[in-house]
């Protein structure tokens, strides 16, 4: 009983720290396009940068997706298990 708490603590980490990186990308986002329109930064970099940012949010959301579907497949299996039909 012990351990399933413990890997359902994981993947809620897991959920929990992909959401964080999705957000914490945004803001940094913000702050490129900020940069461009307070003159700080190039156009051509920024657009770079974002490129950059843009594919970690995507990596992000792939691996929470992932992360998501095993436990919900996890659970119903669980569901299914304990209601005796096969």
Same mark, same amino acid.
């Given at each position: 009983? @012990?351990?399933?708490?413990? =890997?359902?603590?994981?993947?809620?980490?897991? =959920?929990? %720290?992909?959401?964080?990186?999705?957000? *914490? &990308?945004?803001? #940094? !986002?913000? /702050?490129? %396009?900020?940069?461009?329109? @307070?003159? *700080?930064?190039?156009? *051509? *970099?920024?657009?770079? #940068? &974002? !490129?950059? $940012?843009?594919?970690?949010?995507?990596? %992000? $959301?792939?691996?929470? /997706?992932?992360? %998501?579907? !095993?436990?919900? $497949?996890?659970?119903? #299996? &669980?569901? =299914?298990? &304990? /209601?005796?039909?096969?």
């Amino acid at each position: 009983m @012990e351990l399933s708490i413990l =890997i359902w603590f994981a993947v809620g980490a897991g =959920i929990a %720290a992909g959401a964080f990186m999705i957000a *914490r &990308t945004a803001v #940094q !986002i913000a /702050s490129v %396009a900020y940069g461009v329109m @307070e003159k *700080r930064l190039d156009p *051509r *970099r920024a657009t770079w #940068q &974002t !490129i950059g $940012l843009m594919l970690v949010i995507v990596v %992000a $959301l792939v691996a929470t /997706s992932i992360i %998501a579907g !095993i436990s919900i $497949l996890a659970l119903f #299996q &669980t569901i =299914i298990d &304990t /209601s005796g039909t096969n």
